[in-house]
Structures are given as C-alpha cells and as structure tokens.
C-alpha cells in the first residue's frame, strides 16, 4: 500500500527517444508534484498540479509535458530526450491549505539517456 | 542562484552524540520549513517542519531551530542513532504569497558511527 508510487523505476533509453514516466498517490491530497534530482543533487521542482490544474511550471523545456487525468495521477512525458535530461525525477503529493503542510515522495525514477 | 544552502556537504557524528544540521537561506519571503531525510535509491521523507512565527519546533530526538534574522535554521537529532545516517535536506517556502513551490538546499549526508 505504497502511498506514492512512481513507475518505471528505471528507465535507460536512447537519445532522441519519448519516454513517460507515471506517478499515482493513494493519500487522497490534491496537489501533485514533479522534482528533477540532478548529477549535482540539486532537487529542482518542475511542475505541480492542483486538482487537475498546472499551478507551477517552472522553466523547463517544451519537450517535457505532464498529464493529469486526475487528482491520484500526475505523468510526465518527455519527447527528443538528449543527455542532458539524465537525472533521477522524484513525484510528490500533497494536501494544500493544511496547517502543516507535507510533501510526499515517491521513490523516484533514474532515467539515463545514452 | 540558491536561495537555500546547506554549506556541509557531509557530517560525521559519533553514536550517541548530537547532530548538528545547517542551513541557510535569502529570501526573506520564506515562511516556512522542512527537513526531510533521505535514503539511497528512496524518496526523500518528512522529519520535521517549523514555521516562521515560531523558532523551535521538538518531535522526540529531532529539534528544528529558525533564527529568522540570521536566516538560518537547524536541525538537532539527540541522541543520534545509526539508522540515522542519511542526506538531510531542507527546504524552504513563502506560503503566505500564495505559493506553494519548495525550494531545496543540496543537503547534508550525514554518518552516525557506532
């Protein structure tokens, strides 16, 4: 009964490639997350979503595109990988508007692009 | 530029002793803090938050500090155990502007020694 849930766990592909990458939470919050770790660990937010809806969308590429079918699920696509996006991508949910509120992680997904 | 720094990239603490996590951050819109711990090949977890109207915050061995003109804030663990050893991560957000984006420090891996 995994609270978040991140599949797949790894991801080795080639450049140029699409790949998705898929997040569900079983909490019940509303608001979704995805956090990029690079080589150098900075943990970046990326996107987040409340209720279905984008509320963050930090400078990221086009290529990277999430899709909220609904408030349990947040994906992230990434089209024409290239090197650069090798790094390990970390989901997260949360419930906003709490008196303290907390994020939760999901175990992350190491994506390497050759 | 990074608004929330954590200076020591590793810490090494005897069994028993206490652990003294640091952090700093620039903006002084920031209102509220987490740390959150980290295992290898796991997503990071909540330990303990605080926020700016307070300057302690104790959950058993783990006690946060926030000195807000300094802006600076600790994370004390007594006594540390080694299940403890970990990155350490803070984070920081200005919640009373409406966002709800968390910045992260590069965290502090920290090694109890038994």
């Known amino acids: 009964d995994t609270a978040v849930s991140q599949t797949p766990k790894y991801l080795v592909t080639q450049m140029g490639n699409d790949k998705s990458i898929k997040c569900e939470q079983n909490?019940?919050?509303?608001?979704m997350y995805w956090y990029k770790q690079d080589s150098k660990k900075f943990l970046k937010i990326m996107f987040s979503y409340n209720n279905k809806e984008l509320i963050i969308n930090e400078t990221v590429p086009n290529r990277f595109s999430p899709k909220s079918p609904d408030k349990a699920h947040l994906n992230l696509h990434i089209n024409s990988l290239e090197l650069g996006d090798s790094a390990v991508y970390f989901c997260?949910?949360?419930?906003?508007?709490?008196?303290?509120?907390?994020?939760?992680f999901g175990p992350g997904t190491r994506l390497l692009v050759l | 530029d990074q608004q929330v720094k954590q200076n020591s990239p590793s810490l090494s603490v005897q069994e028993g002793r206490i652990s003294i996590l640091n952090c700093d951050y620039t903006?002084?819109?920031?209102?509220?803090f987490l740390w959150y711990k980290k295992y290898p090949a796991e997503g990071p977890t909540f330990l303990i938050s605080?926020?700016?109207?307070?300057d302690k915050n104790e959950d058993g061995r783990f006690t946060v500090f926030l000195n807000k003109s300094a802006k600076h804030l600790s994370l004390h663990i007594v006594p540390s155990q080694p299940g403890d050893s970990a990155v350490y991560f803070c984070a920081a957000s200005a919640r009373a502007s409406g966002t709800y984006k968390y910045i992260f420090g590069t965290g502090t891996r920290l090694k109890v020694l038994a």
């Open positions: 909490l019940g919050h509303d608001t």
């Open positions: 903006n002084s819109m920031f209102d509220y």
């Open positions: 605080i926020s700016s109207i307070k």
């Open positions: 997260a949910s949360s419930q906003r508007g709490g008196l303290q509120e907390t994020q939760y």
